[in-house]
Structure formats: structure tokens, C-alpha cells
């Protein structure tokens, strides 16, 4: 499939994708903030430079978007375009984020993944309810935890 855009158009918009500071990411910010949490941000010592750093809990929380972490729900679709290029990038961020869990879990950290399926698109659940669900995972004593999307009926 010929991309319908220029290269420079194409390269203006890829430049403009952050890693930090996303939509879904603030939203679960502000709403963990208004229930009372107090946290650090993408602290650089820790593996994978988590989203929010709960360090009296010893907690953290990944922000993840579907699209670049691999995840396997509709927002995710591998490109036609340079397949095997995308699939070594996305395959190694998923390498890279199951290694920084684990060097996480076995430092005694307790490791929260929300996907962005969970704030966004078709299976995406109210907001209210995701945070709820963060909140009762960092009151709680699970050590991995993940929030997607709703299942489709």
C-alpha cells in the first residue's frame, strides 16, 4: 500500500508522538491525584522508566499504547508497510517490557499495566471505572496486574 502522504508530511507527524505525557496517561494521572495518590514520574533508576512511581507503596504503573507495545486487541494492526522493520521494533519493546516486570517484580515492586484499549476506541471502559480499578489494585497486595478494554459481546 502506497502511504498517502509525503515523506516529510509522514516524518512531521511520527515526530509529533511523545512517550511520555500521553492523553490516556494524564487522565489516569489526574484522576489517582484527585483520589488523594501522590506519585513520581517516569523515575529514571527503575527498569523500563515507569509511568508513576509509587515508591512508598511500592508500586508502579505503566501507561501503554496498543499500537507500540504490541498489544493484542483492535487498536493494535500490524503494518503493511516495512513489515519486518515494525515487527523487530514491536517485538522488542515487548521483549523490553516483560524484562523490566521482571527485573521490577524480583526487586519487590508491584507492577500495574493499563492499556490504552481501556481509555480509548471500541472496548474502552468509562473512565471513572479504570480508576477505581487502579485504585483497588494499589490498595491491594496483587503483584501484576493488567487493565484492557471490555470484552466485545
Do not use: Y
Not at 511520555?20 to 489516569?28: A, G, M, V
Not at 516486570?101 to 524480583?106: N, P, V
Amino acid at each position: 500500500m502506497v502511504d498517502v502522504v509525503t515523506p516529510e508530511k509522514r516524518s512531521r507527524m511520527m515526530s509529533g508522538i511523545t512517550g511520555k505525557d500521553t492523553r490516556p496517561e494524564i487522565l489516569i494521572r489526574r484522576g489517582l491525584h484527585a483520589r488523594g495518590f501522590r506519585f513520581r514520574l517516569h523515575q529514571p533508576g527503575l527498569p523500563g522508566r515507569p509511568d508513576l512511581v509509587f515508591a512508598s507503596r511500592r508500586c508502579v504503573i505503566f501507561v501503554n499504547g496498543c499500537f507500540w507495545h504490541g498489544h493484542r486487541c483492535h487498536l493494535f494492526k500490524w503494518p503493511s508497510t516495512r513489515r519486518q522493520w515494525w515487527r523487530d521494533k514491536i517485538n522488542g519493546t515487548r521483549r523490553r517490557d516483560r524484562r523490566a516486570i521482571k527485573a521490577l517484580t524480583d526487586d519487590g515492586w508491584r507492577v500495574l499495566t493499563i492499556w490504552e484499549c481501556a481509555l480509548k476506541g471500541k472496548t474502552r471502559r468509562p473512565h471513572e471505572t479504570v480508576i477505581n480499578q487502579a485504585v483497588r489494585w494499589l490498595e491491594g497486595k496483587k503483584q501484576v496486574h493488567e487493565i484492557t478494554g471490555r470484552e466485545k459481546k
